[in-house]
């Protein structure tokens, strides 16, 4: 069974920046989409940004700007860089691998938590 772990989380203040990475193992991201959620407190898990096999990249619009995410095929591993981030981007952030049709098909890994704070 495939294991997501992400790290790369913690506490930063407003207009700060993180790399949250999410390693695959088991498996392989290579032949699926690789999705970065994010879960605030008492709220859904929404998605904020996928990348395609090819590299091509959809983020939220309450992200785009300021987050970028990658991939490095050779690493099974899926990056998003986050900078000038704002209170409203705290909660727990996950990765899934997606199908074509944006499917979250893995378990759900422990996440990472960040907090953005003065």
């Known amino acids: 069974q495939v294991q997501l772990v992400e790290s790369g989380g913690g506490l930063v203040q407003p207009g700060g920046s993180l790399r949250l990475s999410c390693v695959a193992s088991m498996e392989t991201f290579n032949f699926y989409d690789g999705g970065w959620y994010r879960q605030a407190l008492g709220t859904q898990r929404e998605l904020v940004a996928r990348i395609g096999t090819a590299g091509s990249t959809v983020y939220a619009d309450s992200v785009k700007g300021r987050f970028t995410i990658s991939r490095d095929s050779a690493k099974s591993t899926v990056y998003l860089q986050m900078n000038g981030l704002k209170p409203e981007d705290t909660g727990v952030y996950y990765c899934?691998?997606?199908?074509?049709?944006?499917?979250?098909?893995?378990?759900w890994g422990q996440g990472t938590q960040v907090t953005v704070s003065s």
């Open positions: 899934n691998r997606l199908t074509s049709n944006g499917i979250p098909i893995s378990s």
